[in-house]
């Protein structure tokens, strides 16, 4: 049945026409974007865990920046711990020397006193953003933010590593070193190895927590960058795909206006009825 009121050919090319402009608006925003999830309304449960995990990334993100701080700080410590080492064994050197009968004891104590002055420098100085490891005054030691741990129900929790003070100055008692004689250097001989032990102890345990921030600044580096890719693998658009989509969908558009102005013709046939 024909009707002049009612053009069903028509009404059915111009959904198909409406429903492929839909569809091209969209590829073309995707494409602009980038983004083939760019809103809730796209996909929202892809849209949802993009979110979280754009935000575990974010905390992730100050995560690593803790990290630096902490790695700075205590390598700011080991660099003064491990060179307190190499003064203790030159001061070694000078009490070993000083254990002789024939040598000028006023000059080696000299000598020793200089390098004591050159420790307790050290120690004071090494400090970053007025942490100091290798002394407790004001602080026993700080504690990093190491990861942020989400587990199935969604929960988070902070994890952190702690980086106890060495406390050189409270541990290297250099007081007791004596060298004014050589019955009094041969004393400090034993004295200088447990100062010596205990400065070694120090810096390793210094060593031992930098190496832990390192590892760890990278591992979450790594777990950034693999959420990145999943957060991409997510929401971002194929542009191969999105590029013949566009050219398909530019076809079927030229073809659905061209049915439409086929459809829109057919009712001048009935005017052919009436002559």
């Known amino acids: 049945m024909s009707s002049i009121l009612t053009n069903s050919s028509a009404l059915v090319a111009l959904q198909t026409l409406k429903s492929v402009g839909t569809d091209l608006a969209k590829t073309q925003d995707m494409i602009s974007t980038g983004l083939e999830i760019g809103s809730a309304k796209d996909n929202s449960a892809i849209w949802g865990i993009s979110k979280v995990m754009e935000s575990d990334v974010s905390g ?23 060179q307190i080492v190499d003064i203790l064994n030159e001061m070694k050197e000078k009490v070993v020397a000083a254990t002789g009968e024939n040598v000028d004891h006023t000059k080696i104590s000299a000598d020793v006193d200089e390098l004591k002055a050159q420790i307790s420098s050290i120690i004071q100085a090494s400090q970053f953003n007025g942490t100091n490891l290798l002394n407790t005054a004001g602080n026993a030691g700080i504690t990093v933010l190491s990861s942020l741990d989400r587990d199935a129900s969604g929960s988070v929790t902070a994890a952190n590593i702690t980086v106890a003070s060495v406390d050189f100055e409270t541990n290297l008692d250099l007081t007791t070193v004596d060298v004014t004689s050589s019955t009094a250097a041969d004393a400090s001989i034993a004295t200088m190895e447990t100062l010596i032990q205990t400065a070694v102890d120090g810096a390793a345990a210094l060593g031992a927590s930098a190496a832990r921030i390192e590892d760890q600044n990278e591992f979450v580096t790594k777990v950034m960058d693999a959420m990145k890719v999943g957060i991409s693998s997510l929401v971002d658009t194929n542009m191969e795909e999105a590029s013949a989509k566009l050219n398909a969908l530019q076809t079927q558009q030229q073809l659905g206006v061209q049915a439409l102005s086929i459809a829109n013709q057919a009712p001048q046939t009935i005017l052919s009825l009436f002559r």
């Open 60 to 82: 992730f993100k100050a995560v690593s920046d803790s990290l630096s701080l902490g790695e700075s700080t205590v390598a700011v410590g080991l660099a003064g711990a491990e």
